[in-house]
């Protein structure tokens, strides 16, 4: 025992003791796992929430390109540089729904944050939360996908800068919002 400081080194000191401390020692080593889930779960949607919000932008970005565009008071060669910025919004949106990871695995679209999730936040079976963002990525997926056939929003592009590019953008803009 002094050479351990234990006072329960074996069965034959304390058979109850050591039961009781090994059961404390499960716990505690199950809540310190849990605490590293929770600290691992909040990073990942901290992951995707830092996206959602460039996503955001971009599509505020995108709507305010479109307004402008359609003023008369725009020349052929402001709506070209207009269009091109719209453009490169369109990618860097296509860029960050498809390929933003956590831990190697994709978070949006075809990824983990577009299926129920649920988290072990505590030592036991039952201390679980979930999360269903699926409904919610699923929609906004839809508004990315009916805008094109692919991530480019919306349409073909260098064409998109006319009065359908508001209304789409708002639809973008609806999906977005039941997420946040």
Do not use: C, H
């Not at 990871?101 to 079976?125: D, E, N």
Request: glycine share 8%.
């Amino acid at each position: 025992r002094l050479s351990t400081g234990y006072r329960i080194n074996s069965s034959m000191d304390d058979a109850a003791g050591l039961q009781i401390a090994t059961r404390l020692k499960a716990q505690t080593s199950g809540m310190a796992v849990a605490m590293r889930n929770t600290q691992n779960s909040t990073s990942m949607l901290q992951t995707a929430e830092g996206a959602l919000d460039e996503v955001s932008n971009m599509v505020v970005r995108m709507k305010d390109l479109a307004t402008q565009a359609a003023d008369a008071s725009s020349t052929a060669a402001d709506k070209t540089a207009m269009q091109s910025e719209y453009d490169a919004l369109g990618k860097e949106l296509s860029n960050v729904m498809t390929n933003t990871t956590f831990g190697g695995a994709k978070l949006l679209i075809g990824g983990t944050i577009a299926s129920s999730m649920t988290f072990q936040i505590g030592s036991s079976t039952s201390e679980k939360m979930t999360v269903n963002l699926a409904t919610d990525v699923t929609a906004l997926n839809t508004a990315i996908g009916a805008t094109s056939g692919t991530y480019t929003v919306p349409g073909t592009p260098g064409t998109e800068l006319t009065a359908t590019a508001n209304a789409t953008i708002d639809l973008l803009s609806t999906a977005l919002a039941s997420i946040g």
